[in-house]
């Protein structure tokens, strides 16, 4: 049984700084990769931030420049970076693991910013 933990949510003026954090526990033997989604209301889930075993990362279009996906493989954490937050960011954002061939999600963490 893997579980997700996230933390790091909240209300945000327009141009501030938020720090999301996902940790995995369980039974986990290797982590091959580490994203992180956003869904809105009204819209789909959208890919947000994506890093590989490797260390390559993957940037939706709208937060290239903004946000930094990292993690810690020791702690099997992975961490979101978001700055110069805007309006269009407001969503519940959703930490996806994937070990060998399973997938897990967190429960996600609301993310307000306002104009």
């Known amino acids: 049984q893997v579980q997700l933990l996230e933390s790091g949510g909240g209300l945000v003026q327009a141009g501030g700084s938020l720090r999301l954090s996902c940790a995995a526990s369980g039974s986990i033997f290797r982590i091959n990769y580490m994203g992180w989604y956003r869904q809105a209301p009204g819209k789909q889930r959208e890919l947000v931030a994506a890093i590989f075993s490797g260390g390559s990362t993957d940037y939706a279009d709208s937060v290239k420049g903004r946000f930094t996906i990292s993690r810690v493989n020791a702690q099997n954490t992975v961490y979101l970076q978001m700055n110069s937050l805007k309006p269009e960011d407001t969503a519940v954002y959703y930490c996806?693991?994937?070990?060998?061939?399973?997938?897990?999600w967190g429960q996600g963490t609301q993310v307000t910013v306002s104009s």
């Open positions: 996806r693991i994937v070990t060998g061939t399973e997938n897990y």
